[in-house]
């Protein structure tokens, strides 16, 4: 069971807008720490997507944003793709001094 | 540019202590604010944090596995090493590291390495 708590799927059409949510406690997401995402396709590394709650690296198409609201934090991808179809994983930080994953959330392209 | 590899064993047998590598370029763990981390993934489940080591020597670990894990750097060979003892068929993942990037509070992994997959079977 991870403390970060994701939706196991979610799906939509071509086009189309999904979010998908990551929700933590008063020990790690609320207490302020930040919260990344991470893309991972299909028998490849993780690789990251959104950084500091809202921050896309060099290279990653402004179709997917970050934000965070008290304990939980949301991606959101717009004009979904066929290419967007994989497993997002978010990660936070806990006042015990650990990195903290998600279940992650696969993503079908309808 | 900054890339990172994992070494190691593909197969160990339950009790055995796992030795993993990881070999990386572009960065040096002598420069302050760095750090590499370990983080596992069990074929088709979640990601999972084991261990960070940073750039002074502080260590830390994932609290369910600390007392099964050891990580090291050599920084003269950019190389970091983590051992897991008592090794058991629910250890059966994929192994990656990753370098630690700075947020602006906590930090996240810029930088991965493919993974090596380590089976736990007798």
């Known amino acids: 069971q991870s403390v970060l708590t994701q939706p196991p799927s979610v799906s939509g059409a071509p086009g189309q807008r999904v979010t998908i949510s990551c929700t933590g406690s008063s020990s790690n997401i609320g207490a302020g720490y930040d919260v990344h995402w991470y893309q991972q396709l299909p028998g490849t590394a993780p690789k990251l997507l959104i950084y500091?709650?809202?921050n896309r690296p060099s290279g990653v198409p402004d179709r997917f944003s970050g934000s965070k609201s008290g304990t939980s934090a949301s991606l959101a991808i717009t004009g979904l793709q066929a290419e967007d179809e994989a497993d997002y994983y978010c990660?936070?930080?806990?006042?015990?001094?650990?990195?903290?994953f998600g279940g992650g959330t696969k993503l079908t392209v309808l | 540019q900054i890339t990172l590899k994992e070494s190691g064993p593909t197969l160990v047998k339950p009790t055995q202590t796992l030795t993993l590598t990881c070999t990386f370029s572009?960065?040096?763990?002598?420069?302050?604010?760095?750090?590499v981390g370990w983080i596992r993934q069990p074929p088709g489940k979640a990601l999972e944090w084991l261990a960070l080591?940073?750039?002074?020597?502080?260590?830390r670990y994932s609290p369910s596995l600390k007392s099964r894990l050891t990580i090291t750097k050599d920084t003269s060979k950019n190389q970091v090493v983590l051992t897991m003892t008592n090794m058991d068929p629910v250890d059966t993942a994929t192994y990656y590291c990753a370098h630690r990037r700075v947020a602006a509070a906590g930090y996240y992994f810029d930088y991965w390495g493919q993974g090596t997959l380590v089976t736990v079977s007798s």
């Open positions: 080591i940073y750039w002074d020597d502080d260590k």
């Open positions: 500091g709650n809202s």
């Open positions: 572009g960065f040096s763990l002598s420069t302050s604010g760095v750090g």
């Open positions: 990660q936070s930080y806990d006042s015990s001094l650990s990195a903290l």
